[in-house]
């Protein structure tokens, strides 16, 4: 595992190979050790080889910005509606100015589900990140298998939690972040961590993500050709934070629109979310979390969105289930 500009660095090669012969059984396993190391400590890393082409990943982006700087009223046709069936409104959406948060985006869940709202413009929107959005739900579900080996779990387990149904809800979002001013400071995204199972993140040439690492901000900075990828709550309650949610924030720069696509991998809202026996009850450790639904915690994490409240301090993370 190398270290890339603040980040672990993991290279997916082996697994997009024959693993025939011993000398890349010994490349798979070297690399599964990364990412559980990484997870251990940062939360956060860095792969390349990963099976996203470089060229989708920009033309993505770069559709992505057209789209954002399209009219108002242009962006209004796909704006987000309620009631269609999905925890949160297919669509676009601007934050309100209640927010602690500065930026705008355009969700979109698997397409077969039918939810999605695409804009007639840019001209191959729909297709370039309808098929961005698959190779990254691929990579999804490797890097699934790579921490159930890592964590000494059998093959497929966190696909029970997670599984492609038509209930999971996994989401791909693209997201603008407007430039920094005076009167709103520089903060894009506030301190979170992300309260699903994985995310990750494409980001352009302007960076402005930073992750929390032993009480010093960590600036994630653009290297071409790798994703970032961190893990969420879901999976640091599962582990019984053997592995890590890490804090990150996205700072805004003066003058500079920042632009960057999300995938998330999230869990079905009907499941039971508690610390598994192999970290707590088999390995003698108590659990540092009471179990919950997982459709109750969205509710609690919508509210920090869409209807903020007046201090940090009341905002809902992973520690309202902590023991």
Same mark, same amino acid.
């Given at each position: 595992m190398a270290a890339a500009k603040g980040l672990p660095m993991v290279d997916l090669a082996p697994f997009f190979t024959d693993d025939g012969d011993e #000398?890349?059984?010994a490349a798979r396993a070297s690399a599964i050790e990364a990412v559980v190391e990484a997870c251990r400590t940062y939360g956060f890393f860095r792969v390349v080889n990963h099976g996203v082409p470089r060229e989708l990943v920009s033309r993505s982006l770069e559709l992505s910005a057209a789209f954002f700087a399209l009219p108002d009223e242009e962006k209004a046709k796909v704006a987000a509606e309620a009631g269609r069936g999905t925890p949160i409104p297919a669509g676009y959406f601007r934050l309100p100015s209640r927010s602690p948060d500065n930026a705008e985006y355009l969700l979109m869940y698997q397409p077969h589900? #039918?939810?999605?709202?695409? &804009?007639?413009? &840019?001209?191959?929107?729909?297709?370039?990140l309808d098929e961005c959005h698959e190779k990254l739900a691929k990579l999804g579900v490797l890097v699934q298998e790579i921490l159930a080996e890592g964590m000494g779990l059998p093959p497929g387990f966190f696909r029970k939690y997670t599984a492609d149904s038509d209930s999971s809800f996994h989401f791909f979002a693209a997201l603008h972040y407007f430039p920094a001013t005076e009167e709103d400071g520089s903060v894009g995204l506030s301190k979170h961590e992300d309260g699903k199972a994985l995310t990750f993140v494409l980001q352009d040439t302007v960076g402005g993500l930073e992750v929390l690492k032993d009480g010093e901000w960590v600036p994630v900075e653009p290297i071409d050709g790798t994703i970032i990828i961190n893990i969420g709550d879901l999976i640091q309650v599962l582990t019984n934070k053997k592995l890590k949610s890490a804090t990150h924030r996205v700072v805004r720069k003066p003058g500079m629109h920042r632009h960057s696509m999300i995938y998330v991998v999230n869990v079905d809202a009907d499941k039971w979310i508690e610390p598994l026996p192999e970290f707590t009850d088999k390995v003698g450790k108590p659990p540092r979390y009471r179990w919950f639904r997982h459709g109750e915690y969205v509710e609690l994490r919508k509210r920090n969105k869409f209807d903020p409240p007046a201090t940090p301090e009341e905002f809902y993370n992973i520690n309202y289930y902590a023991i």
């Open positions: #000398g890349a059984r589900l #039918g939810h999605n709202l695409y &804009p007639a413009e &840019p001209h191959e929107f729909r297709e370039t």
